[in-house]
């Protein structure tokens, strides 16, 4: 019945057909690209695990933005390198901070592109955890992350960064409750306006590795497992975001990207908020070194990978690849 009347091979029988009838697009406006900035460095520094990206300085972030902007690039988001850490990440709360001026910096020259903030205590803390440790109940020496004490830094950090000018902050830290408690100061101060991205679904994952060095954020004991996700477990995901929209998040987040492709499509058909995907540093460093091997097709691969999480239901992706892809995709 079917063949010969259909033959689907007749709309792929030229570049223009194939582009007419293509059900996913991916465009520079989709895009968030992460930058670390360094309150110590005086010029831009490689990350060597993550060829092509680097921590820069506050100066060098304005002309990034510039950058991102005239790629058509939609969106910016901002990780900070304190000079000094401790053992509450004071420096999160900090309004000279590198992301507290970076963001007033850019916001001054470059209004047009969306600036959003990553907050985590991360970068802060000397022992490199997302939160404030407190001892083990029963385990004499050993010591946990806090969570109800880390809500109140993430809220004071949310809030420096809304007071900077940044136009959405997005939660990174995996603690029960923060979307709520940063709702609350937000609203409390006059930041009734200013939208969460909450990164509702984080799986603790090895394909972090490379932003820890990025970032300068690994953690000195244990890991993450204890308030990041286990990789099994995609019910659970329904429930964390629920929950955070329960507490007024605006958007939604899955992290890592291509391992959680299919928990991208489950949010997306669950919540109809603006969805992002966050295609990780493991991510990235594993196409750069296929790629410099001569493995892979580094081009044809990344605009491949950026449509699947597309095509899984993600509205916009934060990606290291942004810049180049950008390129590709203006001609
Ligand atoms: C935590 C944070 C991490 C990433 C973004 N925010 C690291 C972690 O949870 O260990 C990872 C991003 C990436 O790998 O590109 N502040």
């Known amino acids: 019945m079917a063949f010969p009347t259909h033959r689907p091979r007749r709309l792929r029988k030229t570049a223009a057909l194939?582009?007419?009838?293509?059900?996913?697009?991916?465009?520079?406006?989709d895009?968030?690209?992460p930058i670390f900035v360094s309150e110590t460095l005086?010029?831009?520094?490689?990350i060597g695990t993550m060829p092509g990206v680097f921590q820069i300085t506050v100066d060098e972030a304005v002309a990034e933005a510039k950058e991102l902007r005239s790629l058509g690039i939609g969106a910016m988001i901002l990780f900070g390198l304190p000079k000094t850490k401790d053992a509450q990440g004071s420096g999160a709360c900090d309004p000279n901070g590198p992301v507290a001026r970076a963001v007033s910096a850019i916001k001054d020259a470059v209004?047009?592109?969306v600036l959003i903030t990553d907050v985590c205590v991360d970068e802060y803390t000397d022992h490199g955890h997302c939160g404030i440790l407190r001892p083990v109940r029963g385990r004499p020496g050993e010591l946990e992350v806090d969570n109800d004490a880390t809500l109140e830094v993430l809220a004071r950090s949310a809030l420096v960064h809304a007071k900077?000018?940044?136009?959405?902050v997005a939660p990174s830290?995996?603690?029960d409750g923060r979307v709520g408690a940063i709702r609350a100061i937000l609203d409390g101060e006059g930041f009734e306006d200013i939208p969460i991205l909450s990164y509702a679904v984080k799986y603790a994952s090895a394909f972090y590795g490379p932003f820890r060095e990025a970032a300068d954020c690994a953690p000195k004991f244990g890991d993450r497992a204890g308030y990041q996700m286990d990789p099994g477990n995609a019910r659970e995901a329904m429930r964390e975001a629920q929950l955070d929209v329960d507490e007024g998040a605006d958007m939604l987040m899955v992290k890592p990207a291509l391992p959680y492709l299919d928990v991208v499509r489950r949010v997306r058909d669950a919540f109809d908020l603006p969805l992002g995907a966050y295609n990780v540093s493991g991510e990235y460093s594993m196409i750069k070194a296929a790629a410099a091997a001569g493995m892979i097709d580094e081009k044809r691969a990344v605009l491949e990978l950026l449509t699947s999480i597309r095509r899984a239901g993600a509205d916009f992706?934060?990606?290291y690849h942004a810049k180049d892809a950008a390129k590709w995709l203006n001609g």
Do not use: C, K, N, Q
């Open 164 to 168: 900077a000018g940044a136009d959405v």
């Open 31 to 33: 895009f968030v690209y």
């Open 317 to 319: 992706i934060l990606t």
């Open 173 to 175: 830290d995996m603690m």
């Open 111 to 113: 209004p047009e592109i």
């Open 18 to 29: 194939r582009s007419f009838v293509r059900e996913t697009h991916v465009a520079p406006s």
């Open 42 to 46: 005086t010029a831009r520094r490689p």
